[in-house]
């Protein structure tokens, strides 16, 4: 874990490798969002589960299944940390990261073949599940090296703009693509419409992964010692939950955002299986609604952010999530979720421009691939439970109480969050 800082960070990165670099992240992130925005469990998966037939609560364990991959980091961690270049291995990681895609559309292209009784449904559910699983196994993996591997290739000022410029490019990209995404459901017969997505989704993802090919790695200044044995590794890395108390409000803010987030998934679910909207109709309208918003502030607050810093975006950003909570648990109609994904368009820009910069500045430089990894092992647990937990309310209680719940959490979130000051342990470290 120790480390030998021999340059300063804004040193590392900068002249023509690193404007170069910052457009190449745009671009691909730009096209890796787009297809994550598509096919993301927020819209399509929700409605491809009630187009299957299957209960609220299954949403909630397809989503809870999904979260046992965040341990996966824990088992690399060591390996990662102790590498100096990390290109090709996220490289590697994204390819597996993107075949999963594949497989879905094949597993209901296969499905449309079938008797598609009860038990062919839930083979397709089940085969989705674990494909899901994979991909967040490897995404768990991934984040790691590849946020530090950004983090060493374009510079401190570029990195709030970067967030925000890549999302609102892939958003204004979602914006025609609501009315494709109505068209297909529409149009193809189901569940062909949706592997269409899914393949589509797939070419997408592929295309991030060749602009990802062209970044520059250029040398990091730190070099990391030897790899450690895992105990001592460990040790060292848990110890960090003690002796950082920056961190540790992080954490929590971390914690209770990660539970308040999981009843994202239901919106579009509640407005086709409760509001009796129509759904190609629903899928289409709410991701323009939601990716045209969402374009238009991730510009918009990736500049804000670069000049008043990122905790305030993120403060927003929980106020946002809380508002468009409410507005769920109140609308009378399916009308109101036009708002409900308005105001969530916003609340997504605001996480997607602020998130990554922050915590790139809460886990100390040479320590970012421990840091990540032990923020997921630790939100590990919620993403298992809570996602089950909420299909469980919707479907024995009602939505509106899961939808109050979650937008008092992301309002509790906010007071760990004003506590935590990465520019304090800066200046500590600097007196030091």
């Given at each position: 874990?120790?480390?030998?800082?021999?340059?300063?960070?804004?040193?590392?990165?900068?002249?023509?490798?690193?404007?170069?670099?910052?457009?190449?992240?745009?671009?691909?992130?730009?096209?890796?969002?787009?297809?994550?925005?598509?096919?993301?469990?927020?819209?399509?998966?929700?409605?491809?589960?009630?187009?299957?037939?299957?209960?609220?609560?299954?949403?909630?364990?397809?989503?809870?299944?999904?979260?046992?991959a965040v341990l996966a980091p824990l088992i690399f961690a060591p390996y990662?940390?102790?590498?100096?270049?990390?290109?090709?291995?996220?490289?590697?990681?994204?390819?597996?990261?993107?075949?999963?895609?594949?497989?879905?559309?094949?597993?209901?292209?296969?499905?449309?073949?079938?008797?598609?009784?009860?038990?062919?449904?839930?083979?397709?559910?089940?085969?989705?599940?674990?494909?899901?699983?994979?991909?967040?196994?490897?995404?768990?993996?991934?984040?790691?090296?590849?946020?530090?591997?950004?983090?060493?290739?374009?510079?401190?000022?570029?990195?709030?703009?970067?967030?925000?410029?890549?999302?609102?490019?892939?958003?204004?990209?979602?914006?025609?693509?609501?009315?494709?995404?109505?068209?297909?459901?529409?149009?193809?017969?189901?569940?062909?419409?949706?592997?269409?997505?899914?393949?589509?989704?797939?070419?997408?993802?592929?295309?991030?992964?060749?602009?990802?090919?062209?970044?520059?790695?250029?040398?990091?200044?730190?070099?990391?010692?030897?790899?450690?044995?895992?105990?001592?590794?460990?040790?060292?890395?848990?110890?960090?939950?003690?002796?950082?108390?920056?961190?540790?409000?992080?954490?929590?803010?971390?914690?209770?955002?990660?539970?308040?987030?999981?009843?994202?998934?239901?919106?579009?679910?509640?407005?086709?299986?409760?509001?009796?909207?129509?759904?190609?109709?629903?899928?289409?309208?709410?991701?323009?609604?939601?990716?045209?918003?969402?374009?238009?502030?991730?510009?918009?607050?990736?500049?804000?952010?670069?000049?008043?810093?990122?905790?305030?975006?993120?403060?927003?950003?929980?106020?946002?999530?809380?508002?468009?909570?409410?507005?769920?648990?109140?609308?009378?109609?399916?009308?109101?979720?036009?708002?409900?994904?308005?105001?969530?368009?916003?609340?997504?820009?605001?996480?997607?421009?602020?998130?990554?910069?922050?915590?790139?500045?809460?886990?100390?430089?040479?320590?970012?691939?421990?840091y990540i990894t032990l923020s997921q092992a630790i939100l590990a647990p919620?993403?298992?439970?809570?996602?089950?937990?909420?299909?469980?309310?919707?479907?024995?209680?009602?939505?509106?109480?899961?939808?109050?719940?979650?937008?008092?959490?992301?309002?509790?979130?906010?007071?760990?969050?004003?506590?935590?000051?990465?520019?304090?342990?800066?200046?500590?470290?600097?007196?030091?």
């Open positions: 874990m120790n480390t030998t800082i021999t340059a300063s960070g804004p040193a590392v990165c900068k002249g023509h490798s690193a404007r170069r670099n910052f457009w190449l992240h745009v671009t691909e992130g730009a096209f890796a969002s787009f297809s994550g925005m598509l096919l993301s469990g927020g819209i399509i998966l929700p409605i491809l589960v009630k187009e299957l037939g299957a209960e609220p609560y299954i949403l909630g364990i397809m989503g809870s299944v999904g979260g046992l990662i940390e102790s590498i100096r270049k990390k290109k090709k291995l996220v490289l590697l990681l994204g390819i597996g990261q993107r075949l999963p895609l594949l497989f879905i559309a094949l597993a209901l292209w296969a499905y449309g073949f079938s008797s598609q009784d009860r038990t062919a449904t839930y083979v397709c559910l089940i085969g989705i599940a674990f494909l899901n699983l994979g991909t967040g196994f490897i995404v768990s993996i991934l984040v790691p090296p590849w946020m530090d591997l950004v983090a060493e290739t374009i510079t401190d000022t570029d990195k709030p703009r970067l967030f925000g410029y890549r999302n609102g490019l892939s958003s204004a990209m979602a914006v025609s693509s609501g009315a494709v995404v109505s068209w297909v459901l529409a149009s193809v017969s189901f569940p062909n419409n949706f592997a269409v997505l899914f393949l589509a989704g797939f070419g997408i993802m592929m295309i991030s992964l060749m602009l990802f090919a062209l970044v520059n790695e250029m040398p990091c200044s730190y070099r990391p010692n030897k790899r450690q044995p895992a105990r001592i590794y460990f040790r060292e890395l848990f110890g960090v939950l003690k002796t950082d108390h920056v961190y540790r409000w992080f954490l929590t803010y971390q914690v209770i955002n990660r539970i308040g987030i999981v009843a994202l998934p239901y919106y579009a679910y509640v407005a086709v299986a409760v509001h009796h909207m129509n759904p190609a109709l629903a899928a289409g309208a709410f991701i323009m609604i939601r990716q045209a918003t969402n374009a238009v502030a991730n510009f918009v607050f990736s500049e804000i952010a670069a000049r008043l810093g990122n905790k305030p975006i993120l403060i927003a950003g929980s106020l946002l999530h809380a508002l468009a909570m409410i507005l769920a648990a109140a609308a009378p109609n399916g009308s109101w979720f036009f708002a409900v994904f308005l105001v969530w368009g916003l609340a997504m820009a605001a996480k997607q421009v602020a998130g990554a910069p922050f915590v790139m500045a809460v886990a100390p430089r040479g320590r970012r691939v421990g919620a993403g298992v439970i809570f996602p089950a937990l909420a299909g469980w309310i919707i479907y024995a209680q009602n939505h509106e109480l899961l939808f109050f719940i979650t937008a008092s959490l992301m309002i509790l979130g906010i007071f760990p969050l004003l506590r935590c000051n990465p520019h304090d342990r800066t200046a500590m470290e600097t007196m030091d």
